[in-house]
């Protein structure tokens, strides 16, 4: 079931590239992370004691991949009738930098930086990332007015200002907040923050400067291992343990195949599935407006925590199931999966809605659009993201705030940036 699973996403994957003229597309952003997991884990890490993510799972994952992809068939016809061409937008992204104030955007992102840095040193004066009390840091620097403004400086400035930047590399003024805004994220030690806001410019630059593609899939996958070994060798050098290179090879592949393993445990009965698969879907839309009710010590759909499963023979564990595991049903109701097929189905067609109606938007960025992939696609196979209130909050913010930077003249003099 392996091979089978790569050649038919292979092949969806190469048709859709030959389609779209682009090799970074939705169905790649989707597809890519499930394809590269089941290659590396089946093929590869298995010989070093992790557990194959089994045909059953295989199956599971391939069917929903493809109800998916069926959903959005009616764009996807209506583009293949159109001439292919390959992407170019990279002259079209630079004329639509001048219809952002970049000045104002760089001097948020700087005020950002800089109050996050203050907050690091008032929390590293406190102790708090002493070797006692660095287990309960984590999610300290994301957390109350500064971690709202992080999320805020995930969508307005980052995305334009870096975008500006890799036109004119030389002025480092527009480099230095974006690196402080990583920093700050580092500095949460939570590794899907700083790895999220990587992909949010990689996928800016699949879609607008498509001339670097090949560099930035280089870079994601360099940078994500630099902030996944970074992030334990700051703990540990805190608490004063020395981990071997097991350790850390074992910490990421459960971090990164994890979900697909633990997902073998929902047809052994293992994961207690409470609901419907409607229940789960309101679990993740009342994500956001949990963090507004817990103020006041109430929540709609309250999601349940999760229990670990181990997915390696030396006892690594995830309590991760990826996003179509989460939603599957192993009842032998038929009811269930006919509802589960038609939701995938539509979660499909309301994604390529979404990323096919980008031609819209020829004057301005789709800040909305990027934040979106991001998120609910391309960490599809990380299913627990979505019952976090910060995916949600910063897709509203990616659809508001960026055009408040937006100014309607249609020429406008660069020195004015």
């Given amino acids: 079931m392996t091979i089978a699973f790569i050649l038919i996403i292979g092949s969806i994957l190469y048709c859709q590239y ?15 992370p499930y394809l590269f997991i089941v290659i590396f884990n089946n093929l590869f890490f298995f010989q070093f004691g992790f557990y194959q993510i089994s045909d059953k799972t295989l199956t599971m994952l391939l069917a929903s991949l493809l109800l998916f992809y069926i959903g959005g068939l009616p764009f996807i016809l209506r583009k293949r009738k159109r001439k292919r061409t390959i992407v170019q937008e990279d002259r079209v992204s630079e004329e639509k930098l001048t219809h952002y104030n970049i000045k104002n955007m760089t001097l948020l992102l700087y005020i950002i930086g800089i109050i996050s840095i203050v907050r690091f040193y008032a929390l590293f004066r406190s102790g708090t990332f002493n070797s ?39 002025q480092i003024y527009y480099l230095i907040p974006i690196i402080l805004t990583f920093a700050s994220t580092f ?13 949010i410019l990689f996928i800016e630059i699949c879609l607008y400067r498509p001339k670097l593609v090949k560099k930035s899939v280089l870079y994601l996958l360099v940078f994500t291992c630099f902030i996944f070994f970074a992030n334990y060798y ?27 393993i633990v997902d073998n445990y929902i047809f052994d009965g293992y994961i207690p ?9 309101m679990r993740y839309l009342s994500a956001l407006p949990n963090m507004f009710l817990s103020l006041f010590d109430v929540k709609i759909f309250p999601c349940e ?14 309590n991760v199931t990826d996003a179509f595991g989460s939603l599957y049903r192993t ?29 819209k938007y020829r004057q301005k960025f789709n800040i909305f659009l990027i934040v979106f992939l991001t998120y609910f696609i391309f960490f599809s196979f990380f299913g627990t993201f979505y019952i976090l209130p910060t995916p949600w909050e910063i897709l509203v913010y ?9 100014r309607k003249t249609n020429k406008v003099n660069n020195s004015s940036l």
């Fill in 187 to 199: 500095f949460s030690l939570i590794k899907y923050n700083i790895i999220s806001l990587f992909v």
């Fill in 331 to 359: 009842t032998n109701n038929l009811s269930d999966s006919i509802c589960y097929f038609l939701v995938i189905m539509l979660i499909g067609f309301i994604a390529a809605t979404i990323y096919y109606k980008q031609e």
């Fill in 18 to 32: 030959r389609i779209e003229g682009r090799l970074v597309n939705l169905y790649s952003i989707l597809m890519s």
């Fill in 234 to 260: 700051t703990t540990s050098s805190i608490v004063g343990v020395e981990f071997s290179t097991e350790f850390y090879l074992g910490h990421f592949w459960k971090y990164v195949g994890g979900s697909l």
């Fill in 305 to 318: 925590s999760s229990l670990f499963y181990t997915v390696s023979e030396f006892g690594e564990d995830s």
């Fill in 398 to 406: 990616s659809a508001i705030i960026p055009n408040l930077f937006y």
């Fill in 273 to 281: 599935k409470s609901g419907n698969i409607w229940y789960t879907l």
């Fill in 132 to 170: 006692d009390t660095i287990g309960d840091a984590e999610g300290m620097m994301k957390s109350g007015i500064v971690g709202h403004l992080l999320n805020l400086s995930y969508v307005v400035p980052p995305p334009i200002v870096f975008l500006y930047w890799t036109y004119h590399k030389k």
